[in-house]
């Protein structure tokens, strides 16, 4: 089994993460810490084989904690899970060596085809001390050697009960406040959800194309999600 340590401090989005990786065979839950100071602790005392990690933390970012990997030598694998969508953050992301970046809100498929991918190139290095091209151009080159079920179309929406109703009236909560960006929060106390709800039905509208995404950001932190509906 792989053991996946999930480095995440929304516990909206960590809940998701759990869920979805209970659901890909082959993989198990480490760990599941909130700041990248418990995510050392735990590196270090269990080496797992996968992180599943976030980029935006109170008291640092995600990437800082994959340099600090890779200075110390750890053989440890790194999948970003992130809202950060800047040019700058994915080709870091990559130049330390992550496998994979999923942009939140992702759907299921495409969190699966991650693990299926990273778990065929650990099963292709297995019991092979000289490798051969070949087996570097199946592992690099084959992007579709991930058979997906249909039943992989999962969304968002599908980890806790769905209201039409509740969906309706937060796309109306949007439509009001005309074409002004409006935040979770600003949503939960019109609408009145928490605000964890909002942001799942408003990641949810993100994922179906009918609201704009746009971060604002501070001087420390994660950034503040801040939606509007998508023109026509």
């Known amino acids: 089994m792989i053991k996946v340590l999930i480095v995440e401090d929304d516990p909206m989005v960590k809940e998701i993460n759990e869920k979805f990786l209970n659901k890909v065979e082959g993989y198990v839950l480490h760990n599941s810490v909130n700041t990248i100071d418990k995510a050392k602790k735990v590196i270090l005392a269990s080496r797992p084989d996968l992180i599943l990690l976030d980029v935006f933390f109170p008291q640092g ?16 694998d790194v999948i970003l899970i992130t809202a950060d969508k800047s ?7 990559f130049r330390y060596g992550v496998v994979d970046y999923l942009v939140k809100p992702f759907a299921f498929k495409r969190f699966k085809e991650a693990l299926l991918k990273y778990r065929n190139r650990k099963d292709e290095f297995k019991n092979i001390d000289n490798v051969e091209q070949e087996i570097i151009d199946k592992i690099t080159l084959n992007d579709k050697n991930t058979p997906l079920n249909d039943d992989d179309n999962m969304d968002i929406k599908d980890i806790k009960g769905f209201s039409q109703h509740t969906y309706e009236k937060i796309i109306e909560c949007i439509k009001n406040v005309e074409g002004k960006n409006i935040t979770a929060q600003e949503v939960s106390s019109i609408v009145g959800v928490s605000r964890i709800t909002a942001r799942r039905y408003l990641d949810y509208l993100e ?26």
């Open 61 to 76: 970012r995600g990437l800082d904690l994959l340099k600090w990997i890779r200075i110390k030598n750890i053989k440890c």
């Open 87 to 93: 040019m700058e953050t994915v080709e870091e992301a």
């Open 207 to 232: 994922k179906q194309g009918k609201v704009i995404l746009e971060m604002e950001y501070g001087k420390v932190g994660r950034p503040l999600n801040k939606y509007k509906l998508k023109e026509d």
